[in-house]
């Protein structure tokens, strides 16, 4: 079993950046494809980007493309999301979850465990 907690969220302007970071429990967090995922008021939880168990492929949604970067630390049992040119439609409550599969994957039902989240609030 893995747990993860979010950290870094906050009020940014736009334009401005924000660093993510997710931190996991245990000793087998290499073994996890990991992702991030975000849930704005009244819409559905949206993928935003998933790295491989070793970090050499990475996956982004369309929106945040060319903005934001995923990375992954497994010395530190860590994975980040890099934020930049930050929009007010960025603003959600943010996500890490891990996925024991061995595919990087977009679909948040193959993703087993889910930290609490972390709030991204981008003014204009």
């Known amino acids: 079993q893995v747990h993860l907690v979010e950290s870094g969220g906050g009020l940014v302007q736009a334009g401005g950046s924000l660093r993510l970071s997710c931190a996991a429990s245990?000793?087998?967090?290499?073994?996890?494809?990991m992702g991030w995922f975000r849930q704005a008021p009244g819409k559905e939880r949206e993928f935003v980007a998933a790295?491989?168990?070793?970090?050499?492929?990475?996956y982004y949604a369309d929106s945040v493309k060319g903005r934001f970067t995923i990375s992954r630390d497994n010395a530190k049992n860590t994975v980040y999301l890099q934020m930049n040119t930050l929009k007010p439609e960025d603003t959600a409550v943010y996500y890490c979850?891990?996925?024991?599969?061995?595919?990087?994957?977009?679909?948040?039902?193959?993703?087993?465990?889910w930290g609490q989240g972390t709030q991204v609030t981008v003014s204009s």
């Open positions: 979850a891990a996925d024991p599969g061995l595919v990087v994957t977009t679909n948040a039902y193959r993703y087993d465990y």
């Open positions: 790295i491989s168990r070793s970090g050499g492929s990475t």
């Open positions: 245990g000793r087998t967090f290499s073994r996890y494809v």
